[in-house]
Each structure stands twice: as C-alpha cells, then as structure tokens.
C-alpha cells in the first residue's frame, strides 16, 4: 500500500505503508542511532513526534520485550528506509511489523531518509502528516500542519499513581535487566577476579555494579522516564520510589528520601508551568537533586533561568560532551529538542559543568551551594554508550554525604 509524508513546506515523500493504518499529523525528527531502535520507539521523550531513523536497516533484529523502555511505543509515526520483514535474532518476540501495527502505530518507509534529513537540518524541525490516501489535497493538509502543536505531552506520558523498584543484589548481578546493557554475573565475576585498581575502575564505570547505593531512598519524578533510569538506580542498590509528574513537593519531602530524581519527558519545559512550580520548592531544600533531559530543563527554568528550541535538536547515541572540570569528553545519548540559554544563566544559582563538543550548547549544570547536577543527555543509555553511567555513583556518593552531614 502506498503512503505519503506531508511536511509543511509542502514537500511530499512517497513509499509504502508499514504498521497501523491511521492517518497522524506530528512533529517530524530524526535519530542517529545505528541499534537500539526499540528503545527509541519505547521512549516516553518522543511522545507528539514522528521519528525518522537515519540508519537505512530498521528491525532486522525484531522486537525483544525486555528491552523496552517503558510498557508501549511512545511516537506518532515512524520513518525508515527499509523495514526488515524477517528479523534474525533467537531473543526476538515479535516483528517491528506486528508491534507497530498491534499498538496502533503508523508509518512510512521506503523514502530517501537521507535527503528528509538533510532538510530538516536546512530548515529546521517541521510538522508533517503520513498518510496513505492518495487522494490528499495538499492545500486543505498545510494549514493543518502549521497548527499542529505537540501540547502537555507530559501529563500524557508521567505514571498515574506512585510505585516502588526496591534495589536488589540481584538486581545488580543477574543483569540484563528490562533494557539494561550491563554484563552478566558471569561476566562481573570475572570482572571482581581481575584485580582492577580503583583508577581502572573509574575508567570502566559502567562495569561498576556494586551495591554502594544500599539503603538509599531515592524520589523519583516520573516526566517521561524511562525504565533504565530506576533500574540504574536499583541496580546500586537504591529503593525507589517513582511518582508522578504532579505531585507536589510537599508530598516528595514528607517521604523523606535521600535524594530526589528528575527525569526525562516529552515536549516544550515551559508547558509544565506546575511542575516548575513545585520543583522552585525542592530547590529550596537540602536534598541532593540529579536532573536528566527535561528534568535537567525544568530545573534551571525553576532557578531563573531560560530554555529555547534548537533548530533540529540532538537525537542520536554518538554526541560528544566535554566535562568542564576535568576536560574529559564522553561520547552520549542523547533526545532533546530544547536547550538552556547560556546567556540568562546566572552564576550565583548555577554553572556551566558540560558542554556540547560538536555545537557549544549546554549539556549540564552545577547548582551553587547545593547538592544538585542535572544532564542535557542521558547516562542511563540503552543500547548504549555506557561512557556516563558513572554519574549515577556520583548521585549516590551526594546522598551519603547529606545523610552522614
């Protein structure tokens, strides 16, 4: 069956339908990964938007329900070159076919990805529609899609009631665990028996999976968070306790945890105006605070500072990011749309502690006088780069410095 993408410049893309048959108008954008399509698709981040993957072969590894990021595909729509019908792989559960189509997702492929790509960096993210009628009038679809806005997209994606992960040893040594990449207990055990110094450590962290969050409670702000954030924390040992996006801080303090988690989410940060509202109060306190991705947005938006939308946004898992402490660059993942603006930052608040190597734009911040860091990108990769994980260690070693303060 033919399908068609729409964008709102008025080019039109022609190729065939995959997944469900529904027509959808979103937000069109890209990601650079070369695997871990699943989690992209999983990924409460990409809620109101329709994904075009730049690596030409989608799906040739089928869909393996553990590695999901969270229970369902999040987009609108999915764009690829090509969609592998027969997936090669003894994990796989399902094909991208069927769990596209099962969960009402549609979508296009067989279109030049590259030359969709080329020109949303030319000009910038645009909406656009997929559909297979091919009786489209493109004069009635253009104002159609200039309307078109992704909205409260948190309040959409956030869990509906609190729940608790309890941090396990075997959580930590019987991985995978739902989309976690980290090696099994075989492989840590020879990893405990090689005798690696601590300076080896810290330049392998994501093989470091000893339980030094044991005990730790950690309040966990549901904006969109994927799996691998709490499993990351669970994994350390780490209780935790996520709760939806409106809950207020009064609730979060009257828990009494040892630290609070801000996660990542879809949309614009200045949409979640109750959200910044209640985050202003937890600044206020003495928890330590680690922010990723929307949460690392909304928390400089609570303290005063401003965000902005980037031409097309960094959505890939090879972006490079300079720690501005130690010079040393990490390659990430990264699903972001929106940025912090440098030029209202206000040093008494909060400095620059990493920066986007390939653009300048800001990739995290460190609160002055607080116990607080939040992320631009994402050091709970799946499938990966692992280079970040070590941030999660340093979320812990804040908790146990503000208990034993």
């Given at each position: 069956?033919?399908?068609?993408?729409?964008?709102?410049?008025?080019?039109?893309?022609e190729?065939?339908?995959?997944?469900a048959?529904?027509?959808v108008?979103s937000?069109?954008?890209?990601?650079?990964?070369?695997?871990?399509?699943l989690?992209?698709?999983?990924?409460?981040s990409?809620?109101?938007?329709?994904?075009?993957?730049?690596?030409?072969?989608?799906?040739?590894y089928?869909?393996?329900?553990?590695?999901?990021?969270?229970?369902?595909?999040?987009?609108?729509?999915?764009?690829?070159?090509?969609?592998s019908?027969?997936?090669?792989?003894?994990?796989?559960?399902?094909?991208?076919?069927?769990?596209?189509?099962?969960?009402?997702?549609?979508?296009?492929?067989?279109?030049?990805?590259?030359?969709?790509?080329?020109?949303?960096?030319?000009?910038?993210?645009?909406?656009?529609?997929?559909?297979?009628?091919?009786?489209?009038?493109?004069?009635?679809?253009?104002?159609?899609?200039?309307?078109?806005?992704?909205?409260?997209?948190?309040?959409?994606?956030?869990?509906?009631?609190?729940?608790?992960?309890?941090?396990?040893?075997?959580?930590?040594?019987?991985?995978?665990?739902?989309?976690?990449?980290?090696?099994?207990?075989?492989?840590?055990?020879?990893?405990?028996?090689?005798?690696?110094?601590?300076?080896?450590?810290?330049?392998?962290?994501?093989?470091?999976?000893e339980?030094?969050?044991?005990?730790?409670?950690?309040?966990?702000?549901?904006?969109?968070?994927?799996?691998?954030?709490?499993?990351?924390?669970?994994?350390?040992?780490?209780?935790?306790?996520?709760?939806?996006?409106?809950?207020?801080?009064?609730?979060?303090?009257a828990?009494?945890?040892?630290?609070?988690?801000?996660?990542?989410?879809?949309?614009?940060?200045?949409?979640?105006?109750?959200?910044?509202?209640?985050?202003?109060?937890?600044?206020?306190?003495d928890?330590?605070?680690?922010?990723?991705?929307?949460?690392h947005?909304?928390?400089?938006?609570?303290?005063?500072?401003?965000?902005?939308?980037?031409?097309?946004?960094?959505?890939?898992?090879?972006?490079?990011?300079?720690?501005?402490?130690?010079?040393?660059v990490?390659?990430?993942?990264?699903?972001h749309?929106?940025?912090?603006?440098?030029?209202?930052l206000?040093?008494?608040?909060?400095?620059?502690?990493?920066?986007?190597?390939?653009?300048?734009?800001?990739?995290?911040?460190?609160?002055?006088?607080?116990?607080?860091?939040?992320?631009?990108?994402?050091?709970?990769?799946?499938?990966?780069?692992?280079?970040?994980?070590?941030?999660?260690?340093?979320?812990?070693?804040?908790m146990?410095?503000?208990?034993?303060?």
């Open positions: 069956m033919k399908a068609f993408l729409i964008l709102e410049d008025g080019t039109v893309f190729g065939y339908h995959i997944g048959v529904r027509e108008v937000e069109i954008v890209f990601n650079t990964s070369m695997a871990g399509y989690e992209v698709l999983t990924d409460p990409y809620a109101g938007q329709a994904v075009c993957m730049t690596y030409p072969l989608i799906g040739n089928g869909v393996c329900h553990e590695d999901m990021e969270s229970k369902q595909p999040w987009p609108d729509g999915f764009i690829v070159r090509e969609l019908a027969v997936p090669s792989n003894f994990r796989s559960d399902e094909t991208i076919q069927s769990f596209l189509e099962r969960h009402g997702v549609p979508g296009i492929a067989g279109i030049d990805t590259r030359a969709l790509v080329k020109l949303l960096r030319e000009k910038g993210t645009m909406n656009g529609m997929i559909t297979t009628n091919e009786q489209f009038r493109i004069e009635s679809i253009l104002p159609k899609l200039k309307e078109y806005r992704t909205g409260r997209v948190v309040e959409k994606v956030t869990c509906k009631e609190p729940y608790v992960i309890e941090g396990t040893k075997e959580l930590s040594e019987n991985g995978p665990i739902s989309g976690s990449s980290h090696f099994d207990a075989e492989q840590y055990a020879r990893f405990k028996e090689s005798g690696m110094t601590e300076g080896e450590r810290e330049k392998r962290p994501s093989l470091v999976r339980l030094n969050g044991a005990g730790m409670r950690v309040a966990l702000l549901d904006f969109g968070a994927k799996d691998n954030i709490a499993y990351s924390l669970a994994q350390r040992g780490c209780q935790v306790t996520i709760y939806p996006a409106g809950t207020s801080a009064q609730e979060i303090i828990s009494k945890p040892d630290g609070i988690m801000l996660s990542n989410g879809p949309g614009d940060p200045k949409e979640c105006t109750g959200v910044i509202a209640e985050l202003t109060k937890l600044y206020e306190t928890f330590p605070i680690f922010g990723i991705c929307l949460g947005q909304l928390m400089a938006l609570a303290t005063g500072a401003d965000t902005f939308k980037m031409k097309y946004g960094h959505r890939g898992g090879n972006h490079p990011v300079k720690d501005l402490a130690t010079g040393r990490y390659i990430t993942s990264q699903n749309g929106y940025v912090v603006d440098m030029d209202k206000d040093a008494r608040v909060a400095v620059p502690a990493f920066v986007n190597v390939n653009d300048g734009t800001n990739e995290g911040l460190s609160y002055t006088g607080k116990r607080i860091f939040t992320v631009q990108y994402h050091p709970e990769a799946c499938a990966g780069p692992q280079d970040s994980a070590y941030l999660f260690d340093r979320f812990i070693k804040m146990e410095e503000y208990k034993n303060a």
